[in-house]
């Protein structure tokens, strides 16, 4: 910590208007824990991001200890979930998911209201680019996380870039808080 | 989902739009996405229609103005977007011309709303942006229906021969002529010159992108070598002696990539002539010469004819000897591999972030398998070369490392069949608009897949397998070809070409699209008995209400994609894109749980009624193939549906859904009205699932659906 403004892609160049990178794993365990609605989105890259556990999806299960954590996989990820018994998990296309969460009357998976604070991982670089883009856009009072291990601009705040090893000792260092926490 | 915070298109700017602010014009984002997507429309139509054009020129003085439009066999409706969008039943040549005048005073309307200081409400440029999807229906229309009243293309028949594709398809001992792009016309005229010359037993010819299923509808002798990501592949392989481009899709580097090949170049096009010298009305036999000592690595000539000779001649002459090709060897990649510095451009260049880093490090240990695992998965953009600070040439490292792949990949393919004839219509028309046909995919659009062409021929089979029909054109078509079973056997093989249930059918290059809009316009038009000329208000609520067709460009990437999709949603077909669609901007989502959004009238008594989420979104990205394989099943549901119809196609969702979600779908109780509607045999699940949403029978109504207040017949 902290990561690198280096972008997945080389032309996914950043805006006017930036994402700040953490400056350490407590930083990003401070504001999830702050939140008082956060959202985790799992996208379908989640089964191929190697972790500690063995894929981010593995990894991500763990968040579940903490009551206060709701998951929603994207694509078809929630099969993975369902693979590994865990049920607890919403399922939501990106898409329809991107749309609500621009929407301030959305009630949520749980009907309890809208996210105020949205963390993304394990998607395609580009795609997680364009929904940070349009929530940046259109739903300006969410703060969104990218938790990928490339510096995602049109977030809130990214993680940025840090070779895998790095990678891996942040993620479990933010889990295992949000977990022990929960 | 904004591609750029920023406006640039005049000089106030750069304008930063982000978030709530507005340029110095005063637009937002909203508005400037929109605008984009309109410019991007007016692109895509503006090319179909220029090519349209040019073709008709250039047939009318061939064939006369007078040529007959005999286009399909047992068919009276040969030109529905025409006849729909004019008002006109073309039957000549010469009344082709004011199809396209009408489409070119139209996109010069169009394009001039995206000037700085016109059109600025979002909504408005969407409206736009479908009115010149519906335009480029037309040109295409016009393009396609011209080329085969003249050029003797397939006239919808369902067995339409079966030619080669892919690159193992050529016989690189004879002179090999390579032709790219769309515009037919030069390359008809080379297949002509050999025929009358009796060479085709030394030439071959092979085309890549829709040039190439527009020869091999001409000629089932010409070979298609792949879909557009093929070029720098296929040039690099060292095959071609000469490459011909005409129009579209073109790479703009296609002269230096040639020249390391040892191969001239003939530009045909007055769109893109490459910086060649004009060599039109120069004696064939001194351009000849010019090209073979290499003189000029190519040459303009604006005159298909005289290409025909020029190619053909030229090509003898090159072919065995070109010197300066000299194809890279396993010693010599793994030498210039272990200079890689690790930089992770090359990843970082990539559309799809392959990890070609990792391949050339263990080509660096004399692993070429890495790179072999690349190629089917690569593109073709090259990006990665042009950022790599070393000059790796890694499209050739990919080849190299594919190697005996690429000599197997020859795949039989039906050439397009161009439309679908009326009697078709008649045949299967009850069928889907009652819903027993669970309905029409289009596999369209271009070669920008996320993971693979293999994955379009995966969505395909799900459906052929499933008694859907599938239509397909352009590289998809393509891409449909080149993937085989454990028995060799690829989908042309395992599944007819007919215009029904669980048919596949090719029906060409990109222009051909308008063939399968024109089949959901002659299902109203045959099978409903709607009027259809100048009737589109009409038609397209029909369509939308009724025809339980999908739209599906996995690889989209074109602007022409781009316009295509909106003339698809004008008719009220939803399209799903693969997740480089979402470049587009913008997607066209319904909220299935807003009552409200989904009322229609019922045309029997007037009364406005809740149909449920059908069709629930009309523009949408996928994630991931599997996400969408589902999506296209559930977006196949029509407010039209039969009991009997709505069964098959929700017992195909739910069974889809568990197959790739591992789960029942959580939203049956939008699409199920009634008990009738629920499939036989998940009775059980179904009704448990319906259950835990407080789900209650005939919510959802069963009307005779429109959206127009004209077309109700009585009002109690």
């Known amino acids: 910590m902290p990561g690198r403004p280096i972008t997945g892609q080389l032309a996914e160049i950043a805006g006017p208007r930036k994402a700040q990178i953490f400056p350490s794993a407590e930083v990003v365990i401070s504001l999830i824990k702050k939140a008082s609605r956060p959202l985790f989105v799992i996208g379908s890259e989640s089964i191929n991001v190697a972790t500690v556990d063995g894929k981010f999806v593995d990894t991500s299960i763990r968040l579940l200890r903490n009551p206060k954590m709701t998951l929603v996989a994207t694509g078809h990820l929630v099969a993975e979930f369902k693979k590994r018994k865990e049920n607890r998990v919403f399922s939501m296309q990106l898409m329809n998911l991107g749309d609500r969460l621009r929407d301030p009357i959305w009630g949520g998976f749980d009907g309890k209201g809208s996210y105020d604070l949205v963390i993304f991982t394990g998607f395609p670089y580009y795609l997680e680019w364009l929904v940070l883009s349009g929530l940046k856009s259109f739903a300006m009072e969410l703060s969104t996380i990218s938790l990928d291990r490339t510096y995602q601009p049109n977030a809130t705040w990214s993680i940025g870039y840090m070779v895998e090893k790095e990678w891996k000792e942040e993620i479990e260092k933010i889990v295992k808080n949000l977990e022990e926490s929960g | ?716």
């Open chain 2, 1 to 716: 989902m904004p591609d750029c915070d920023l406006c640039c298109l005049c000089t106030f700017g750069k304008c930063d739009l982000t978030g709530d602010k507005r340029g110095a014009c005063g637009i937002n984002m909203a508005g400037q996405q929109s605008r984009i997507v309109l410019i991007a429309c007016c692109m895509g139509a503006s090319t179909h229609t220029a090519h349209a054009r040019h073709m008709l020129d250039h047939l009318i003085e061939e064939f006369g103005k007078d040529t007959p439009l005999d286009v399909a066999i047992n068919t009276n409706v040969e030109a529905p977007n025409i006849r729909l969008v004019c008002g006109i039943r073309p039957k000549t040549l010469r009344d082709l011309e004011d199809a396209l005048d009408y489409v070119e005073t139209q996109l010069v309307q169009l394009l001039a709303a995206t000037h700085t200081g016109q059109e600025g409400d979002n909504i408005d440029f969407e409206s736009k942006a479908f009115h010149a999807g519906m335009l480029d229906h037309v040109a295409m229309e016009v393009a396609d229906i011209e080329q085969i009243a003249t050029l003797g293309m397939p006239k919808g028949v369902a067995d339409t021969p079966t030619t080669d594709l892919g690159i193992g398809s050529l016989d690189s001992k004879k002179a090999v002529i390579l032709c790219i792009g769309h515009n037919v016309l030069p390359s008809i005229d080379i297949i002509d010159y050999l025929m009358e010359n009796d060479l085709f037993d030394e030439v071959e010819v092979g085309g890549i992108c829709c040039t190439a299923h527009d020869n091999s509808r001409y000629n089932k002798r010409a070979k298609i070598i792949g879909p557009i990501s093929w070029q720098l592949r296929f040039i690099r392989s060292g095959i071609p002696d000469l490459v011909v481009v005409d129009e579209q899709c073109l790479r703009t580097d296609i002269i230096e990539e040639a020249k390391k090949i040892g191969a001239p170049v003939i530009a045909s096009s007055e769109k893109s002539m490459l910086g060649l010298p004009n060599r039109t009305n120069d004696d064939p036999a001194n351009v000849v010469d010019d090209l073979v000592t290499g003189k000029v690595p190519g040459v303009l000539i604006i005159n298909p004819r005289k290409v025909g000779e020029v190619a053909v001649k030229t090509v003898m002459k090159v072919h065995g000897n070109r010197k300066s090709f000299m194809p890279l060897t396993v010693e010599a990649i793994s030498e210039q591999a272990r200079k890689c510095r690790d930089c992770m451009e090359c990843v970082r260049a990539c559309p799809n972030n392959l990890p070609i880093n990792d391949a050339v490090r263990a080509a660096a240990n004399g692993d070429m398998e890495p790179l072999g695992a690349i190629y089917p998965l690569c593109v073709g953009c090259g990006r990665c070369e042009s950022a790599c600070p070393v000059g790796f040439s890694l499209i050739s490292f990919f080849n190299k490392g594919a190697e005996k792949v690429i000599q197997n990949e020859k795949f039989p393919i039906r050439v397009g069949r161009g439309a679908i004839t009326d009697v078709e219509i008649r045949e299967v028309g009850s069928p889907i608009v009652f819903g027993e046909i669970p309905g029409l995919i289009a596999m369209v659009g271009c070669a920008n897949f996320p993971a693979g062409g293999n994955e379009v021929a995966k969505i395909s089979e799900e459906f052929l397998n499933r008694r859907f029909i599938v239509v397909a054109s352009g590289c998809s078509a393509m891409n449909i070809a080149m993937t085989r079973d454990e028995e060799g056997l690829n989908l042309y093989q395992k599944f007819p070409g007919d215009f029904d249930a669980g048919g596949l059918v090719n029906v060409g290059s990109c222009v051909a699209n308008s063939h399968i809009s024109g089949a959901a316009i002659k299902i109203a038009n045959i099978f409903a008995k709607r009027p259809l000329r100048g009737n589109y208000e009409e038609i397209a609520d029909y369509i939308h209400n009724r025809v339980g067709a999908v739209g599906v460009a996995w690889g989209a990437m074109s602007q022409k994609a781009a316009s295509i999709a909106a003339g698809c949603w004008r008719l009220g077909i939803p399209v799903v894109v693969g997740p480089h669609g979402a470049k587009y901007r913008r997607m066209l989502l319904g909220r299935k749980e807003n009552v409200e959004d989904w009322k229609v009238f019922n045309a029997r008594d007037g009364k406005e009624v809740y149909i449920g989420p059908v069709p629930e979104h009309l523009f949408y990205t996928a994630e991931t193939m599997e996400e969408a394989i589902v999506m296209i099943a559930k977006l196949t549901m029509r407010p039209n549906d039969t009991n009997k119809g709505r069964a098959v196609k929700l017992s195909h969702y739910i069974d889809l859904h568990q197959k790739y979600y591992n789960t029942m779908p959580d939203d049956l109780n939008f699409f199920v009205r009634r008990l009738q509607d629920i499939p036989f045999t998940m009775r059980d699940e179904v009704t448990k699932a319906l259950q835990e949403k407080d789900w209650v029978e005939d919510e959802i109504a069963s009307p005779d659906p429109t959206l127009l207040d004209r077309m109700v017949r009585r009002r109690d």
